[in-house]
């Protein structure tokens, strides 16, 4: 039985770290006492450690504890006995590299489809699809493979941001960008608003949270789907 | 003698393509009858033909003649005997990609350091730093490698946008990107606001444009340089 939460953010504007996904991490994580956190993408480039202490707090008031994957001698025993998983967020380029370079994307990948929970947050929702062409982080690093984990049979978008009909930048919207990709690329992506997350509850995968998602199919226009929606593709 | 011209965009808001770098280009090209374009940036998808063709109607009227590099066929010849280039903006992984792939980045690399004038906008501009890994662009595509020309000694930040202090949005500032590129890497990023270009004459590297740029060192403080100020690492 697969059980995956992959949330576009992990923190609301003016909230605190993981706050607005607490009421979900409680029954998602239920029965668990302990995680294997994959703090790779060091938002900000702070070390591994700060990045786990961080994790620590927001998971103390759900009486989960966590251990960094970066402090285990053998990561790959880490993984296949993890209770459960969290991947925060950070730079994608920077956590697929790491995890290629390290062996273990495929290690993580066995283990949740063997039936591990597994959160993840932004660059950690990212590897959650089929590869990493939909991020909109900056390229830091160069990973050796684009591919990702492919729990969900399409990519997401995190922090899907709708076009601001004020702007005067030249840069090219969101939107836009997922629309050159599929000029390359058949898959179909998921534009995840801050506050929204996809849930994958065995083989059944819903869109969740306080803002609907938008859809991007190649030569398709792209709609909206709301909170409780079953994904299908 | 070398001569480039980098720029963070090729249109302002409201203007038409091209319209605020007339009067720069009419000195830089002066004495050219004919350019090669590179269009493998493709914005938004378009053919080659189109993108050559919107560039053909905004080069009329300084009465430059323009030639898609996609129609010759022996690229590397046309790129050796050309008498200018334009660089067109786009996105920055598929012009890479495709400029690895079809091993034109070191010929074009060397036809510029020997003296035949260089325009770039946008993702044509990021190719003439030392690596593509200050793009803002989605990586819809793998390139082989992310080394570009390096016809300056750091990288370029297009498009550049100031922090927003109304935003509520949990995206990363382009500030907190280039920072995080940092930790990993010691190239020095112009960030370079649209409106602004980098000109290169000889070894003279200078900011030029309506607009300051930021200029980012590792473990430095950022800070502005104006218009005309001769840029050294």
Known sequence: MKQILLASTSTMFGEEYLAYLQPELKSFFEGISEIVFIPFARPG????????????????????KVHGL??????????QQAEGFFTGGGNTFLLVQQLHHLN????LKAAVQGGTPYLGTSAGSNIGGLNMKNTNDMPIVYPSDFTTMGLVPFNIN???????PKSTHNGETRE????????????PVVGLREGSWIRVKDDQVTTEGTKASRIFIKDQEPYELGSGSILRF
Chains 1, 2 share one sequence.
């Open 104 to 107: 273990l994307m495929e290690d």
């Open 176 to 187: 836009t960008r997922i629309k050159e990709f599929h000029v390359f690329n058949e898959i």
């Open 45 to 64: 480039g702070i070390s591994h450690d700060e990045y786990t202490e961080k994790v620590r707090e927001a998971f103390h008031s759900l009486n989960i």
């Open 70 to 79: 970066h402090t285990f001698t053998d990561p790959v025993e880490a993984i």
């Open 158 to 164: 995190a922090h899907y941001l709708d076009p601001d």
